[in-house]
């Protein structure tokens, strides 16, 4: 069981920036840690993932916008948001999978976090 502990959210105006952290207790590095997010009556949609020893990938939505970073020795992965835009608010969520690293979808992910809440006003 890989347990996900999600801070940092909170309410910023357009433009503004926030940074999301998710935190692992596990001893041992988890394959793949990506962020998810979901707003009232929309799917939940992947964000950015970052698989174990590579390099993150990103959504089309955020590209150039959000930047994940991934400590091995804090057992972390940050979300850096910057430019927020009004339609980035959302529940965001830490997801972890042992088997898979792709956020098109969020099936083979079995472990998630509680959620952490972005508002962006205009």
């Known amino acids: 069981q890989v347990h996900l502990v999600e801070s940092g959210g909170g309410s910023v105006q357009a433009g503004g920036s926030l940074r999301l952290s998710c935190q692992t207790t596990?001893?041992?590095?988890?394959?793949?840690m990506a962020w998810f997010r979901q707003s009232p009556g929309k799917e939940r949609e992947g964000v950015a993932s970052?698989?174990?020893?590579?390099?993150?990938f990103y959504a089309d939505s955020v590209k150039g916008r959000f930047t994940a970073s991934r400590d091995y020795a804090k057992r972390t992965l940050d979300l850096q948001m910057t430019n927020l835009r009004p339609e980035d608010t959302a529940m965001y969520y830490c997801a972890a999978s042992s088997t898979r690293c792709t956020v098109q979808s969020s099936e083979g992910f079995p472990y998630w976090g509680q959620g952490t809440q972005v508002a962006v006003s205009s």
């Open positions: 596990e001893v041992t590095s988890v394959y793949c």
């Open positions: 970052f698989v174990l020893g590579g390099r993150p």
